[in-house]
């Protein structure tokens, strides 16, 4: 895609009459930055710069238009399937281990994350992944936007990306997101102790059409799962998570807690506790099901 965008950039300067110095000039950038994009080396553009080469040589947005697909090569590849498949999502579960998904992060706390990346190799390429991310958060404030069911391990709580302060409005910002309506926020104790998920963070994709796709992730790796029969598997261990995470209110208050640095010595609710406030809530709310859609599954098992 960087070269069929670069083909375009170089087809459109010829007809303009411009050479790559002129073009860098009206567009702020030096001349061989143009050689870059043309060649499809070096760094990719930004989408800043997307935009002003659309715009000086007169492209109607198709540079624009082209560059998602540009800025999707940034990222291994293991990453790209899901990003395509997450934007046509119409419900998001997501159990997280280590840190806070990219859809809720703070600009602060994606920096820092995106700053320690092993395949990160220059400044540029890391506002490009940070631009990409906080892009896709658009998502969430859309018309066609997904149901999200969080569940945060309380490693994600405790570990201080960032720094104080950056954790401490990250934290705010989960605070803030748990009141939408289509965002439901859960936190799974470290006293739960073991788990089927425990080697990574996982994810399941509801899609349209009733279709679904299971994505797990590490530090260096990830792999989407679209057989049917893997999605099954680990669409229950995802159910299981919610069963044994807190119930919804319970995780608000532990994150405030958290933020407010009073809960080291705090008394989480015991198992049967939970339970019982669980299944409260269910009644309160008419009972919905863990799985909204999903026939499956007859056992009962506590639910959030």
Known sequence: MAALFGARVRRLRTAAGLTQAELGAQTHVVSTRITQIER??????????????DAVLGADNLLVDLWPYVYREAFPDWSRAFMAHSERAVSIGQYAAHLVPGLLQTEEYARAVLSVGTTLSSEEQLEERLTARMGRQ???????????????????????????AVMCEQLERLLEVAAEPHITLQVLPFDQGAHDAMGGSLTILALPGGSEVAYTEGAHYGQLIEEPSEIERFALTYDRLRAAALPPLMSLDMIRSVMEGSHRGAKVPSRTER?????????????????RGRGRSPRRRPRP
């Open 275 to 291: 339970r019982r406030v669980a299944q409260e809530q269910l009644q309160q709310s008419g009972g919905r099901r863990l799985r």
């Open 40 to 53: 499809a080396s070096g760094a990719k553009p930004t989408l800043e710069l997307a935009r002003a080469l």
């Open 138 to 164: 658009e998502r969430l404030r859309s018309a066609d936007r997904p149901q999200l069911w969080v569940v945060l391990d309380e490693a994600v709580l405790r570990r201080p990306v960032g720094g104080r």
